[in-house]
């Protein structure tokens, strides 16, 4: 049994022991913590059932929005509806006004029905769901409040639903794959796994904000040239070369606390297995939770906070996969590997996509930027997120501290230029931006 429906069954247990009054459902759909441990919940799904990143930013996508989307027809008063502001989201259902519904609990529901609907395998939320159900009815909700929440959380839900089946991620699961050609410069598959590339139509999938995957278009990344030692290229090698032969505990902890590689191969002698960890939306997702708790939040703000935040990183993952299969930049290790040191490694494990641009540099400031225009610039908080892998904390004064110290994470680890990161840092920066610019969202 996962550990979030372990909690939800011991609050029910102490629930019936206390005997308590019949309205005390309230007080626990209001915790905004029941949505971040309800995140978190889906956060591990997605970690066990090996969704790559790229994928994984989707699921987060319309779990959050149909969150939302409740908590916006619950409360109009102090939220604007998405509709008609991200690309071809209708009119979402309206709630009965004569009917009582609780929102939050509604919201939470909906979150989990887009999360289970856009994650395999069916079911992966059921019990937890149950749970939840189980625990508002023992603590006193209504048998029609509670079936008028149920209800309304499956009409907002299925409209959010029919919606994100039209993005076309279903055309994408039968587009050619990757061409792999060895010339120089050029991408190939990376040690230990050799896999094929990751999503290379990406790009091809509808944007919630941005006009298009290429409305933030980086200049070209420097040109390969490993003959003239003074070329910006032989240079952004060496110094990713450098660097990982003399890491400090420091940086190798920058390197590990960042890694969010998802699922990696480790090697030792003749022996393979898998290891797992959250994706890059995933960390950030529980960096969401982090600050709402810091924050003291209430329940809608925490709803939204995470929802802003999903769609930043969704568009920024469709900014960097436009570059990325527009240059198919190679990385480092092979350069490295073929024309200096043949047994060079990086500290961490290559990701089986094209260097240029950095996908976690584009997503970690996408989202820094969105978490600054609900949370505050110099909001300061103390990252948790990789206690349960055995990597330490680390403290940031920012949010967008933070997204700095991520790109110089993927340089120390060995898997991208420097110069691709802090491209990429600007360039998620401009999607994070104009996420904020164009939605209205808290009134």
Known sequence: MRIAVVAVAALIFVSAC?????????KITSDPYLYSRTVKE?????????????????????????????I???????????AGQLHELAVIPAPDTAKEIDFNFAAILAFCKLGEAVTFPEGSMYEYVDSLKTLVKDNGMPADVFDNTVAYAEEAGNAVLAWSKKDNYAQTRTAPKYTVIDTPGRWIPTPPMYAQALEPHWREIRTMVMDSANMFTPPPPPVFNMTDKKSKYYQEVMAVKNAGDSLTDEQKHIAEFWDDLGTRLNVSGHVMFMTKKFSPTGHWMNIVGIASQTAKADFSTTVYAYAKTAIAMFDAFIQCWDEKFRSNAVRPETVINKYVDANWAPYLQTPPF???????????????????SVFGDNFAYTDTSELEFGIKNRSFTSFRQAAQENN?????????FHNSCLVSTEYGRKVGELVNQRLRMKK
């Open 18 to 26: 206390n005997n308590r009054k019949n309205d005390d459902y309230k």
């Open 42 to 70: 889906l956060n591990n799904v997605v970690m066990q059932n090996n969704f790559p990143p790229i994928i994984a930013s989707r699921n987060y996508l319309y779990a959050n929005i149909a969150a939302y989307e409740v």
């Open 72 to 82: 916006a027809a619950g409360n109009p008063a102090h939220y604007q509806s998405l």
């Open 354 to 372: 094209p260097e240029y641009t950095c996908g976690h540099s584009t997503v970690s400031s996408a989202a820094a930027e969105t978490l600054t």
């Open 408 to 416: 110089w994470a993927r340089f120390y680890g060995g898997i991208h």
